[in-house]
């Protein structure tokens, strides 16, 4: 798959911050790494492609990919792990290097329950439940790592999320973010 030209180069903006910026706080971590954030960066960069979102749109979804897992405490479940980086983000961008976007922080906190519990919470926000969407499949489409049958495609909420199917697969199978 050829990567546009602007995916590419807002991935190479947002994974460089992840690298630089982003602190995780659990250290021990096969599952849940800057590896698999850029992932889901990358994805959530397609899928918004796909359905031509503007720039603040793709910049609240980059947000999310980059700060969701940065502070889980384990591997496995963690329910909580999503509120914790949402405050994490919410801080971050007090300190003033990054604009503070409630729907990023809202996505987060609620990408690890149950998807009416999260559409509610977005319902208020412009976009929030399609962003939501959006990051819940580019999350989702990560699932490859674990195992080649580690994803229930039908789960996906996004008619874009589920094209990119074959390319996940590729993407986890090469090692390689792009």
């Given at each position: ?33 800057k590896a698999h954030c850029a992932r889901v960066l990358l ?110 495609v039908s789960m996906l909420r996004t008619k874009e999320g ?17």
């Amino acid at each position: 798959m050829r990567i546009p030209q602007t995916v590419n180069a807002d991935y190479e903006n947002w994974s460089n911050f992840l690298e630089s910026q982003v602190e995780f706080s659990w250290k021990g971590s096969e599952k849940h790494t800057k590896a698999h954030c850029a992932r889901v960066l990358l994805y959530a960069l397609l899928i918004a492609d796909k359905m031509a979102l503007p720039a603040k749109e793709r910049d609240a979804l980059c947000a999310a990919a980059v700060f969701h897992d940065s502070r889980r405490l384990d591997d496995w479940y963690d329910v909580g792990h999503g509120k914790r980086a949402a405050a994490y983000y919410r801080d971050f961008c007090a300190g003033g290097s990054l604009p503070y976007d409630p729907r990023t922080a809202t996505i987060m906190a609620y990408h690890d329950l149950d998807d009416t519990l999260g559409e509610v919470a977005l319902n208020h926000l412009d976009n929030g439940i399609l962003l939501y969407r959006i990051f819940k499949d580019a999350d989702g489409l990560d699932r490859y790592r674990l195992s080649p049958d580690a994803l229930d495609v039908s789960m996906l909420r996004t008619k874009e999320g589920r094209s990119l199917t074959d390319f996940a697969k590729r993407l986890v199978s090469e090692q390689s973010p792009l």
